[in-house]
């Protein structure tokens, strides 16, 4: 026989059990970004490999290891998105958004990397982000950095960590990087042989190195806060100052250098020791850059982009999401005219209870397995329809999440037992 066809690894299929917790979190992070005048953008999930290689940068892992790229029928080098922030920029340039205009964006969805997969880490993963264009101080910076905390006050996750750091402009991290080189070169044979590599391609990335043996070096290493400008410096203290003021606490971490080209000045992320390895769950910066670097005017930009796979993991560590979705109520029904009436009962309770989740038995079979899949459902009640009850139109109403006798409720007392037991 055939070997069944499997989900490609680290891809991985979103099934029933889980989706009310994705539509949890999906749903209350579109709030807070509403109540914020966030507006949502969907771009096409392949774009031109070419513009992954000019945003990201050559010489990041992303580009260099982890795209999906490939020819499509014409020849043309296509690439699974392996972020948002790209294709909004693409998207905001082609369509003008970006004119004499402040755009503040979202979107969600698939991302694709080829990484290694592990616990929180996939390859086909899922980001909400949000981009402010046209914003230049610090006070978007710090709108962003209060955005995402009212996500987690939203979502109820508490023992978020905030790390923020700044990379200067292009001119203060080309003189930091020179001096950066200098030192590492002075101390090459404590270099390991990627950041062997890193220090012809990409030495602020040594920063980010793992390797314990390095740590030493690395916090010896100068920083670039010391290689600051003024208006950098006042950047970077204006959103540390504004963070304190709101009561949020500001961690700097100068090692924090992120591991796509595009930023400068902050960036930030929030981390979390309860997942593991991969415990950022949400991380960004400021990316002034890159509208010109794509073909458009100079726009000052800024976003972050969250991992929902690992702010549901995390939901998942705190116990959240139990019973989420569950029906209110599993109608039971004898054959014949219960059969029939009973669905026409059901779409007149759906029609007079607005949110009223109402599952109807089909297929027939006995009371017993009728009540056998009520109670599998996760239904707060069973509603019982036989001939007896049907001749004198009352249907009964049995609790299955507690020890309580069935009893009977007129068609017409139905809307008012909902409303008052269940909402
Ligand atoms: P990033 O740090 O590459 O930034 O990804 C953002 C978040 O996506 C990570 O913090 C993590 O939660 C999640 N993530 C990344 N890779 C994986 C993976 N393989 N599996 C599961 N989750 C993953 C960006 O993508 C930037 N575009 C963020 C940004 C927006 N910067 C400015 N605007």
Request: net charge neutral.
């Amino acid at each position: 026989m055939a070997k069944n066809i499997q989900a490609i690894r680290g891809m991985r299929d979103l099934l029933p059990d889980e989706s009310p917790l994705w539509q949890f979190l999906e749903g209350r992070v579109k709030d807070v970004l509403d109540r914020y005048g966030y507006r949502e953008i969907r771009t096409p999930i392949l774009e031109m490999t070419e513009l992954f290689r000019r945003s990201i940068g050559e010489v990041t892992d992303i580009v260099e290891k982890e795209m999906y790229t490939f020819q499509d029928r014409n020849g043309d080098s296509l690439t699974l998105r392996p972020e948002g922030t790209a294709g909004c920029v693409r998207a905001g340039i082609e369509k003008g958004l970006f004119h004499n205009q402040v755009q503040r964006l979202w979107y969600r969805g698939g991302m694709f990397r080829h990484e290694r997969p592990q616990k929180g880490r996939y390859r086909q993963f899922h980001q909400i982000g949000a981009e402010a264009y046209g914003l230049a101080g610090p006070d978007i910076d710090l709108e962003m950095i209060l955005i995402s905390r009212r996500f987690w006050q939203a979502l109820g996750l508490d023992g978020l960590e905030l790390q923020v750091n700044t990379l200067g402009t292009v001119a203060e991290r080309a003189l930091y990087q020179e001096r950066l080189v200098a030192y590492l070169s002075a101390h090459r044979e404590q270099l390991d042989e990627e950041s062997l590599r890193r220090l012809e391609t990409n030495p602020l990335r040594i920063l980010d190195a793992k390797n314990p043996a390095m740590k030493p070096l690395i916090d010896a290493a100068p920083t670039l806060l010391e290689h600051l400008g003024e208006a950098s410096r006042q950047h970077f203290d204006a959103i540390c100052q504004g963070l304190d003021d709101a009561g949020v606490a500001c961690n700097v971490n100068p090692r924090l250098v992120r591991g796509l080209d595009y930023y400068s000045r902050t960036v930030f992320e929030w981390v979390t020791t309860r997942l593991g390895a991969q415990g950022t769950v949400c991380a960004g910066g400021r990316y002034d850059g890159l509208v010109e670097q794509l073909g458009g005017r100079p726009t000052p930009a800024i976003g972050f982009a969250m991992g929902v796979e690992r702010l549901v993991a995390l939901l998942q560590e705190q116990g959240a999401g139990q019973g989420l979705n569950n029906p209110h109520a599993y109608l039971v029904l004898a054959a014949g005219a219960p059969q029939q009436q009973g669905m026409l009962l059901a779409e007149r309770l759906r029609d007079e209870i607005p949110g009223l989740r109402l599952i109807s038995h089909c297929g027939g079979g006995s009371f017993k397995s009728q009540f056998k899949k009520a109670d599998r459902s996760g239904a707060a009640y069973a509603l019982v329809l036989g001939e007896d009850e049907l001749a004198r139109g009352v249907a009964g109403i049995k609790p299955l999440r507690e020890q309580a006798e069935q009893r009977e409720i007129p068609f017409d007392g139905l809307k008012g037992f909902f409303l008052s037991e269940v909402f």
